[in-house]
């Protein structure tokens, strides 16, 4: 049995799979087979790293426009509040995941020999 | 679809009421802007929205009201004409003030699903959560 690696999913906006009727025969069947592989160390320190760099990106948004609230410069109250929340909710997001393999990593360290 | 398309969503709403209301604010502070009769009227602005094919809302633009007006006999006021007659916008402050609480209600209740996309949002990080 095979366990699979967490996927990206979380992080990256959800993209629906769209099912093209011409090419669903053969475009099934690779898709099925890649996500599960050798590689799945890499895919979830990629996938951390994509992940904290959109937090980085919109906490960044989040503290300009602060910033321009505090300066006056802010025209729409909801731009801010949207984005901090946005920020907030990614920030409780990553540590959610970051706590998980946390957790996951020292259950196999509990494996004893 | 990105995970927090809600925001988004409500985001634009917010934006195209808050224009709304911009534009109500602009007609009731103009509603008795007399102008001489020789030139056109106060124009009332209508927000004209349209949907997003992305999901949302967006202001497509701005709809002006009649440049008429209404001729009202004023002869004391001093842009009025030999005649006594200023031009007063036509704007019907009963419907301008039922829009208020209609752009009003609607920013409301997106907020409220902001509120309600929050709470959504942590009870799907709570999923599996220990205690």
């Known amino acids: 049995m095979s366990i699979g690696a967490i996927e990206p999913g979380g992080f990256l906006p959800f993209a629906p ?14 898709a099925g087979a890649a996500p599960v592989g050798a590689s ?8 951390l790293t994509t992940g904290i760099e959109r937090l980085e990106g919109l906490q960044d948004r989040a503290d300009s426009l602060a910033v321009q609230a505090a300066t006056g410069d ?28 946390l957790e996951a990593f020292q259950e196999i360290m509990r494996i004893a020999i | 679809m990105g995970a927090f398309d809600m925001l988004g969503i409500a985001h634009s709403s ?7 209301l911009d534009t109500l604010s602009h007609n009731i502070a103009n509603a008795s802007t007399a102008r001489p ?18 999901g949302g809302v967006r202001v497509s633009g701005l709809a002006l009201g009649d440049p ?31 829009q208020l609480i209609m752009a009003q209600r609607g920013f409301q209740a997106q907020t409220s699903v902001i509120r309600n996309a929050q709470d959504v949002y942590s009870s799907a990080l709570s999923i599996g959560r220990n205690a």
């Open chain 1, 74 to 101: 802010l025209s729409q109250i909801h731009d801010y509040t949207i984005t901090a929340t946005e920020a907030a909710v990614s920030t409780q997001l990553t540590t959610a995941v970051r706590n998980k393999a």
């Open chain 2, 14 to 20: 917010l934006t195209t009421h808050q224009t709304w």
């Open chain 1, 17 to 30: 799979p769209t099912i093209d009727p011409v090419t669903t025969p053969t475009a099934a069947p690779a």
């Open chain 1, 40 to 47: 799945a160390g890499v895919d979830f320190a990629s996938m």
């Open chain 2, 68 to 98: 008429e007006g209404r001729m009202v006999h004023q002869p004391d006021h001093p842009l009025a004409d030999e005649n006594g007659y200023v031009r007063m916008p036509d704007i019907d402050m009963g419907a301008q003030m039922s």
């Open chain 2, 37 to 54: 009769t020789d030139q056109a009227a106060f124009q009332a602005q209508f927000v004209m929205a349209e949907a997003q094919d992305a």
